[in-house]
């Protein structure tokens, strides 16, 4: 997939890697573009190609009483906002087939959730919106397993798909990225790294999810080291009080340090 095909994108002349990026789920309006402003700043000063993620709802949850979202309506009306004002792509996940439609109404993009991305009926109902498909790489999967789920779309006669690595379960309770995995989906597919979800501590005790916030920079060089086509990290500017996955997130504070770091990377590695 070109990363051309996704609407309003810019800086694609850059020679850049491209982020996806935001909070893990739409709290509010408030947030969204708070969050959003700061992110297309910095991506735009870096000529990074940018889009904004953000869940309109979370369906993965460790406890009954954990935050799930605000309404669907409510939070793609967000999304779209967002992309109205600040002239930014907008991706987020769907978790059944009958989101896919309503969800497409909304976004650009559809993500499709590491655990659920062997579901054929999900997987074929967003690739029948036409919509750009992001395919979450299961944490359970191999990196060849995934060039399956990429013909699902494909099949479909739709040609924008792309796939995210988020990490490989080790243990119970921790994720590791195998680099081998990422010029591997690159055969398949435009591919991308998540970093935060990669640093997950998942099935703790206490029921909510853990995180290694600590090695986010270390997992990002070393994808854009490796040649990764684009990164996805989850932000927020207040990590400690976000409402889901606030363990693992990134410090809205250190996004413009981090990726000023990961350009000059990226430039060195160009330069060979």
């Not at 979370?58 to 009954?64: D, E, G, P």
């Not at 009483?65 to 930014?88: C, M, N, P, Q, Y």
């Not at 990422?182 to 597919?189: E, K, L, R």
Request: proline share 4%.
């Amino acid at each position: 997939m070109n990363i051309n095909a996704i609407p309003q994108i810019k800086n694609t002349d850059s020679g850049n890697f491209f982020v996806l990026a935001g909070p893990c789920a739409i709290e509010g309006e408030e947030m969204a573009m708070r969050i959003a402003e700061k992110l297309v700043s910095v991506t735009d000063k870096l000529q990074i190609p940018y889009v904004f993620k953000g869940s309109f709802k979370k369906a993965n949850r460790s406890r009954i009483d954990s935050f799930s979202g605000i309404g669907d309506e409510k939070a793609l009306k967000i999304l779209r906002k967002v992309s109205e004002t600040f002239h930014v792509p907008t991706v987020t996940d769907i978790h059944a087939h009958e989101d896919a439609a309503m969800a497409a109404e909304y976004v650009d993009m559809l993500q499709i959730p590491a655990f659920l991305v062997r579901q054929t009926d999900l997987v074929v109902a967003a690739a029948n919106t036409g919509k750009v498909v992001n395919l979450k790489k299961g944490q359970f999967m191999s990196p060849e397993s995934m060039k399956h789920a990429v013909q699902k779309v494909l099949d479909c006669n739709n040609q924008n798909v792309m796939v995210t690595d988020r990490g490989t379960m080790f243990g119970y309770q921790d994720m590791i990225v195998d680099f081998r995995g990422i010029p591997t989906m690159q055969n398949y597919a435009t591919t991308v790294l998540d970093v935060t979800h990669s640093l997950q501590q998942p099935n703790q005790t206490a029921g909510v999810t853990g995180g290694r916030p600590d090695m986010i920079e270390t997992i990002a060089k070393a994808g854009i080291a490796v040649g990764v086509d684009g990164i996805f990290i989850e932000t927020h500017f207040d990590p400690a009080h976000a409402k889901s996955d606030g363990a693992n997130m990134l410090h809205l504070d250190y996004f413009e340090g981090l990726m000023t770091r990961l350009v000059a990377i990226r430039k060195t590695i160009n330069q060979f």
